[in-house]
């Protein structure tokens, strides 16, 4: 059965760094776009980044991230990675890994078009 299992999360002071990993099984990994998505307290779940599948020659971002994060895949270690720089406490969250429906969409920044979820990691960051 499909399996998506992040690690990585921890506790940061604001403008440090965190890397965060996805490792999938269960499914041929390379035919899927991924994406990554956070839920702060109180709010609801939210896009941050997805790329497309086989090389991930795309890759997509939330305004709010676009230059702080980079979305990477390594196809032969089925492992998605989220690399998470200058965090601000606005970015405290718990992180969930997605597996898109498809190989490739045109909607990678909506939940919906996501299939398969991990459990989350919790990422905060401190003042």
């Known amino acids: 059965q499909v399996q998506l299992v992040e690690s990585g999360g921890g506790l940061v002071q604001a403008g440090g760094s965190l890397r965060l990993a996805c490792a999938a099984s269960g499914f041929t990994f390379s035919n899927f776009a991924m994406g990554w998505f956070r839920q702060a307290p109180g709010k609801d779940r939210e896009f941050v980044a997805a790329?497309?599948?086989?090389?991930?020659?795309?890759?997509y971002y939330a305004n709010s991230v676009k230059g702080r994060f980079t979305i990477s895949r390594d196809n032969a270690k089925n492992t998605v990675y989220l690399q998470m720089n200058s965090l601000k406490p606005e970015d405290t969250a718990a992180y969930y890994c997605?597996?898109?429906?498809?190989?490739?969409?045109?909607?990678?920044?909506?939940?919906?078009?996501?299939?398969?979820w991990g459990q989350g990691t919790q990422v905060t960051v401190s003042s």
């Open positions: 997605a597996r898109s429906k498809y190989g490739s969409s045109a909607k990678l920044g909506q939940a919906g078009e996501y299939a398969y």
């Open positions: 790329i497309s599948w086989n090389g991930g020659s795309s890759t």
